[in-house]
């Protein structure tokens, strides 16, 4: 780390979509017609901007730090705090570091001494444990190293040091780098994070941990370019659904003459509105929650009685059409978001891929089929592989032959594609089903 210091200019990653539409499209022609699209010859939908817009430096506004509010016991200061509605206990380790100057060397003696404290090595087992314990995936233990840092440390650049060296005891192979008076922890990720600053050190992304955005840009930052092989990237993958506290909010649905109640769990939505944009295969992978899954289940165990897989489907892709209320991200919240399955009952509104989303999931639980999704300009819907021949439009990816299914556009029947879209190739999303 000694020699390793090299400044770095900074990008912005913005997801550019092109507009949707205002109002939710109606379909009236309801026999689709039989057509195959192509698909991207990209299979992937992880593409690293390279080429991004340069930014120009502005001040960065530092956010105050939050006081601990440590307990003793047996000697010992202890941090409660309430991690996304559950009570979340760790110890306050001493003798911590100071940093009086920001520059390389200062950087590099902060981090030999915080690494080499037996409090600080206990700490990171015991946030391990909690992790396990709550089922976080990576970035489900990066927000839990940065709220215990937040308590931990006085000021910001105090807490950004302190979750560096924690994150790197922890087995990430993040950086530090820093300006004249801040200092930016830097994550790198196996899936793009969009709506984001990042560097390049040797053609991996290094994401930039910092509440700058688009019209606050950030100047070149000087970074370690030393690595740590065995340790890992980030994941934003999220395979089980974290054991966050409940706070359920009830939410009613109201689909052809039946009323269908949930209990949302608002902690898991704060959880998924702190996530970063990224890639929309984290979202198509991410399970449902029970207290959506047992509703939903009642009613389409029912609903489905006698009814092939083949019109389950045009039964679900109904159901997420007409169900949900529709206004585009823009309009909902300002800025584009994309949608957790369980999102899509939280909110009061959806768009395109949010349903996408959910109507994948739905596929998946109540049927044998396989299911992709379909990235075009401005739209996103999916594809099943159905067992038997289906009316309508298809798209032939890795020898098999799926049929698009919308599950924006009303009453849109099983192979529906807007014209708009059928001169386009789009991206194929792959996820865990």
């Known amino acids: 780390m000694k020699d390793s210091w090299e400044e770095f200019e900074v990008f912005y990653n913005e997801k550019k979509e092109p507009p949707k539409p205002v109002v939710q499209p109606e379909v009236k022609e309801q026999k689709p017609v039989p057509q195959e699209i192509t698909p991207s010859p990209s299979d992937s939908t992880k593409t690293i901007n390279h080429q991004p817009e340069r930014l120009k430096k502005t001040p960065k506004k530092e956010p105050q730090p939050r006081p601990a509010e440590p307990t003793e016991n047996f000697g010992r200061a202890w941090l409660d705090f309430d991690f996304y509605g559950t009570n979340t206990r760790t110890f306050l380790p001493g003798n911590l570091p100071d940093i009086k100057q920001i520059d390389e060397e200062n950087i590099r003696s902060y981090f030999i001494k915080a690494s080499n404290l037996v409090a600080v090595t206990d700490l990171v087992r015991e946030l391990k444990e909690t992790q396990k314990r709550m089922r976080l ?24 040091l302190f979750s560096w060296v924690v994150l790197l005891k922890s087995g990430f192979n993040v950086k530090a780098g820093y300006t004249k008076n801040d200092i930016y922890l830097m994550l790198p990720a196996h899936e793009e994070i969009f709506s984001s600053y990042f560097l390049n050190v040797d053609g991996t992304p290094y994401y930039i941990q910092t509440d700058s955005g688009k019209n606050d840009p950030l100047p070149r930052i000087k970074v370690h370019r030393a690595n740590y092989p065995e340790n890992s990237a980030f994941s934003l993958r999220i395979h089980e659904l974290p054991l966050v506290g409940n706070n359920p909010v009830k939410k009613k649905l109201y689909y052809n003459k039946d009323t269908l109640q949930f209990n949302s769990n608002k902690w898991l939505a704060d959880y998924y509105n702190d996530y970063p944009l990224c890639d929309m295969a984290v979202y198509f992978s991410a399970p449902l929650s029970n207290e959506v899954l047992k509703p939903l289940s009642t009613y389409f165990n029912k609903t489905f009685q006698g009814k092939t897989d083949r019109k389950k489907v045009a039964l679900l892709l109904n159901f997420v059409q007409n169900a949900f209320a529709y206004k585009t991200d823009g309009d909902q919240f300002g800025r584009e978001k994309y949608f957790f399955p369980d999102e899509v009952f939280y909110y009061p509104f959806s768009d395109c891929e949010d349903r996408s989303v959910l109507f994948a999931k739905l596929v998946n639980h109540f049927t044998h089929y396989n299911c992709i999704g379909l990235d075009f300009p401005g739209h996103v819907n999916t594809a099943i592989a159905f067992d038997e021949e289906t009316d ?35 991206g194929i999303i792959i996820f865990d089903n």
């Open 137 to 160: 995936n990576d970035w489900g233990y990066y927000k839990l190293v940065e709220q215990t840092s937040k308590m931990i440390a006085s000021s910001a650049n105090r807490q950004t």
């Open 392 to 426: 309508g439009t298809t798209i032939e990816f890795k020898g098999k032959k799926y049929t698009i299914c919308d599950p924006t556009y009303g009453n849109a029947p099983v192979g529906y594609l807007d014209a708009r879209y059928e001169k386009f190739q789009p």
